[in-house]
T-cell receptor, first 115, second 110 residues
Framework: NAGVMQNPRHLVRRRGQEARLRCSPM?????VYWYRQLPEEGLKFMVYLQKENIIDESGMPKERFSAEFPKEGPSILRIQQVVRGDSAAYFCASSPPGQDTDTQYFGPGTRLTVL | DAKTTQPTSMDCAEGRAANLPCNHS???????VYWYRQIHSQGPQYIIH???NNETNEMASLIITEDRKSSTLILPHATLRDTAVYYCIAKISNDYKLSFGAGTTVTVRA
């Protein structure tokens, strides 16, 4: 049973470009969460999505960041016009529907470097 | 969610039990204690969680004091691969946001 998958694992962008990070949840999981870990800091919650719905995006920066979880396909975290401060590790987690949404299982992360 | 306090770091000898303490003196009755760990450059890994009773799984044991103000994660036979940052998180059942503090950096030495 495959775990949470994220790609790419490493992403390099120049300032002003767009970054697209993908997350495929564990099989049977319909809840997806995105977290960001800045260098030398702890993980911070960004957004919680269920299929086709954003449930809570209170941790997302107000501008340039967006997330989606379409009916088909992976969840996407999109960062437009990246700046150096966006350099971080971005982790996706998933949990099953209904019962036990408490336990989140994390993917390996995408490390974004903005030059 | 209640604040948790953990030691900044600790060393452990390979093959010995590692006992990781966590204080959560303001924990409420409906808050669970969760433990995750993050091995360098990897995503956080779920270890175990509990509410009141002690819990055990294939990875670790969780001992929660009767007053629930503190708990201990026990890795029964630490290996070098257990070197990681360990996070203790107090969380209400229906609160999906995990709040990661600084955690305890555990170094297992041969």
């Amino acid at each position: 049973n495959a775990g949470v998958m994220q790609n790419p694992r490493h992403l390099v962008r120049r300032r002003g470009q767009e970054a697209r990070l993908r997350c495929s949840p564990m099989k049977g999981h319909s809840h997806v969460y995105w977290y960001r870990q800045l260098p030398e800091e702890g993980l911070k919650f960004m957004v919680y999505l269920q299929k086709e719905n954003i449930i809570d995006e209170s941790g997302m920066p107000k501008e340039r960041f967006s997330a989606e979880f379409p009916k088909e396909g992976p969840s996407i975290l999109r960062i437009q016009q990246v700046v150096r401060g966006d350099s971080a590790a971005y982790f996706c987690a998933s949990s099953p529907p209904g019962q036990d949404t408490d336990t989140q299982y994390f993917g390996p992360g995408t490390r974004l470097t903005v030059l | 969610d209640a604040k948790t306090t953990q030691p900044t770091s600790m060393d452990c000898a390979e093959g010995r039990a590692a006992n990781l303490p966590c204080n959560h003196s303001t924990i409420s009755g409906n808050e669970y204690v969760y433990w995750y760990r993050q091995i360098h450059s990897q995503g956080p890994q779920y270890i175990i969680h509990g509410l009141k009773n002690n819990e055990t799984n294939e990875m670790a044991s969780l001992i929660i004091t009767e007053d629930r103000k503190s708990s201990t994660l026990i890795l029964p036979h630490a290996t070098l691969r257990d070197t990681a940052v360990y996070y203790c998180i107090a969380k209400i059942s229906n609160d999906y946001k995990l709040s990661f503090g600084a955690g305890t950096t555990v170094t297992v030495r041969a």
